[in-house]
C-alpha cells in the first residue's frame, strides 16, 4: 500500500525560504516520478514541480521556476521541495504525489497523493 506523508509546512514571510518534505512507503520507490502541486482557496489545483525516478530529470512550473526546488533521495523514500525568495501568492496547501511511472510528462497521471502541507506567506 502506498502512502506519502507531507511535512514542513508553516508560516513564512515574504521573500523567506522553506523546504517541504515527503516520505513514501509501499512499492519500488525508485521507479515512481514523483510530484509536488498546490492549491490555494478558491483556485484549481496547480502543479509546481516533477522528478523522475532517478532523480536525473526536474521539471517546475513556470509560477515557480528559478525559485524551488526538487529533488529526492532514493535511499530514504524522500522527495523535498526547497522553497525559496516566498511570495504571498506561493500560499496554499502543498501536495506530494507519486505516479506509477518512473518518467515524467504533461501526460503522467499521479495516482497517490498524501494529505497535504500548509504553507502560509505573510507580508
Known amino acids: 500500500q502506498v502512502q506519502l506523508v507531507e511535512s514542513g509546512g508553516g508560516l513564512v514571510q515574504v521573500g523567506d525560504s522553506l523546504r517541504l518534505s515527503c516520505s513514501a512507503s509501499g512499492g519500488t520507490f525508485s521507479r515512481s516520478a514523483m510530484g509536488w502541486f498546490r492549491q490555494a482557496p478558491g483556485k484549481e489545483r496547480e502543479f509546481v514541480a516533477a522528478?523522475?525516478?532517478?532523480?536525473?530529470?526536474?521539471y517546475y512550473g513556470d509560477s515557480v521556476k528559478g525559485r524551488f526546488i526538487i529533488s529526492r533521495d532514493n535511499a530514504k523514500n524522500m522527495v523535498y521541495l526547497q522553497l525559496n525568495s516566498l511570495k504571498f501568492e506561493d500560499t496554499a496547501v502543498y501536495y506530494c504525489?507519486?505516479?506509477?511511472?518512473?518518467?515524467?510528462?504533461?501526460?503522467?497521471?499521479?495516482?497517490?497523493w498524501g494529505q497535504g502541507t500548509q504553507v502560509t506567506v505573510s507580508s
Open positions: 522528478i523522475s525516478g532517478s532523480g536525473l530529470f526536474t
Open positions: 504525489a507519486r505516479a506509477d511511472a518512473s518518467s515524467y510528462s504533461v501526460r503522467t497521471v499521479f495516482g497517490y
